[in-house]
């Protein structure tokens, strides 16, 4: 679908038909390696049977919910989810859609601390040169072609869903950590943060929840080109690292130049297949050390490990897991290590022999080769 087709659509002046083509195969493709595992969850599978969380939960805030919750948080009830987005109209859609106890939406503006300029001074990445010509998104094909059709406020609505903020008498204006105190009792294991140019802002209003000693993982949404932006990586890492999080992983969006031509992998203006790695996701981990401690001090109980190697299976992290079993063997007694070994490679089992076979087995069969 070209570009004045889907302007078209939007505004209601044109049908168009959907077809299968090669940029929705695209899309499938790319939206599989960025969406959490959905199937082969061994170790969730054994947690929901165990009834191990009985009177627990895993705590879910997502900054920026605009589509919902993830189907992964519908399929095991020991979820806890909590969305937010600002634009009143997607909250009002997704209430309206959800029948699951466990999920909530919120409209909330996400807000920096009074204090903000302190972090940034602290954390923002100053080793840059102002003459430079950063690529940002104001430079892309895309917000090119935004450019040629964005001729109102209006049709920008129209075209993005966006709402006129000044006609939205119900959004509050909160911080990260008051939304954690109001909504989750200051008890959160996963954050994920996508607000589109505001992550750092989101950051800097977290720092008690950063501190909380169950919150294991982060998944934010950074620009990695302009370091004037405020969703720029090296600042969110800096901060990040400071926290004791540690970088696991990275995804790219590229976007093509203006003046260049290309599609875009959606029917709107958006990345293209090509192009620079101008925004992308990183996922920040809670280094184990830091929770081994807690865990031996008494500050977090045995259900907080239990989730954390939930978080490690959905987000396809069992390399790590079987890293901190093999690491940390006295963690749980020495048959649930085994047993959660077993779960973990099983994966692999199925993959590469075509059959279940223990984590012991595979190692002896590879060993010996």
Do not use: W
């Amino acid at each position: 679908m070209n570009f004045v087709n889907f302007i078209l659509k939007k505004l209601g002046l044109v049908k168009i038909d959907s077809k299968e083509n090669y940029e929705k195969n695209f899309i499938k493709f790319s939206e599989e390696k960025d969406k959490f595992t959905n199937n082969e969850l061994f170790y969730c599978n054994y947690i929901d049977n165990s009834k191990l969380f009985t009177n627990d939960n895993v705590y879910i805030l997502d900054i920026g919910c605009s589509e919902g919750a993830d189907e992964i948080f519908t399929k095991f009830n020991f979820f806890s989810y909590v969305g937010c987005d600002s634009l009143e109209k997607e909250i009002i859609k997704l209430n309206n859609k959800n029948t699951h106890k466990n999920i909530s939406y919120y409209n909330y503006t996400i807000i920096p601390p009074e204090n903000k300029n302190e972090f940034v001074k602290k954390y923002r990445f100053d080793h840059y040169k102002n003459d430079m010509d950063y690529f940002n998104f104001g430079k892309s094909l895309a917000f090119e072609h935004v450019e040629k059709f964005e001729k109102t406020r209006e049709n920008r609505s129209k075209i993005f869903g966006q709402l006129d903020r000044t006609k939205n008498n119900y959004q509050k204006s909160l911080t990260v950590d008051q939304i954690v105190s109001e909504k989750l009792k200051n008890n959160v294991n996963f954050m994920k943060i996508d607000i589109d140019g505001f992550t750092n802002d989101a950051l800097y209003g977290a720092s008690k929840t950063l501190n909380l000693s169950s919150l294991f993982f982060l998944k934010i949404e950074v620009n990695y080109t302009d370091p004037m932006e405020k969703d720029h990586f090296v600042e969110a890492y800096n901060y990040l690292y400071s926290k004791s999080f540690k970088l696991y992983r990275m995804s790219q969006r590229q976007y093509l130049h203006k003046g260049y031509f290309g599609k875009f992998i959606y029917d709107f203006p958006c990345q293209n297949f090509s192009g620079v790695d101008q925004q992308g996701d990183l996922i920040f981990i809670q280094d184990f050390d830091k929770v081994y401690t807690n865990f031996k001090n008494d500050k977090i109980t045995l259900n907080e490990l239990y989730k954390y190697f939930i978080l490690l299976e959905i987000l396809n992290f069992n390399d790590l897991a079987i890293y901190i079993l093999n690491k940390y063997s006295d963690i749980f007694e020495t048959k649930m290590v085994e047993n959660l070994k077993n779960l973990f490679i099983r994966k692999f089992s199925i993959s590469h022999f075509n059959k279940e076979l223990s984590y012991q087995e595979i190692k002896e069969k590879l060993d010996s080769k």
